[in-house]
């Protein structure tokens, strides 16, 4: 079993900035790709940005140029630098680990959450 804990989420003003951290624990795995998501009100969850295993990153054409995911594979934590945020940026964003565990295959784990919002 492999647990997600997100961290860093808040309150900040247009154009701020926040860096969201995302740890996973567990024993016996390997994690593969590492990304956000979020989901607004009323809205589907979309895919923010992803990172895999060698490093190689992409992003959802809102965020291009704002956010840049990155990864601590020592800690098995991914991180969200948030820039020139927006009200569109408002969200609850989750973390998404895939895990391979070996015998027993690989899987997705996802976090609790962590509540951004961009409000003046």
């Known amino acids: 079993q492999v647990e997600v804990v997100e961290s860093g989420g808040g309150l900040v003003q247009p154009g701020g900035s926040l860096r969201l951290s995302c740890a996973a624990s567990g024993t016996s795995f390997v994690i593969n790709a590492m990304a956000w998501y979020r989901q607004a009100p009323g809205k589907q969850r979309e895919l923010v940005a992803a990172?895999?295993?060698?490093?190689?990153?992409n992003y959802a054409d809102s965020v291009k140029g704002r956010f840049t995911i990155s990864r601590d594979n020592g800690k098995n934590t991914v991180y969200l630098e948030m820039n020139s945020l927006k009200p569109e940026d408002t969200a609850v964003y989750y973390c998404?680990?895939?895990?391979?565990?070996?015998?027993?295959?690989?899987?997705?784990?996802w976090g609790q959450g962590t509540q951004v919002t961009v409000s003046s």
């Open positions: 998404n680990v895939q895990a391979y565990l070996g015998l027993r295959g690989t899987f997705d784990y």
């Open positions: 990172i895999n295993s060698r490093g190689s990153t």
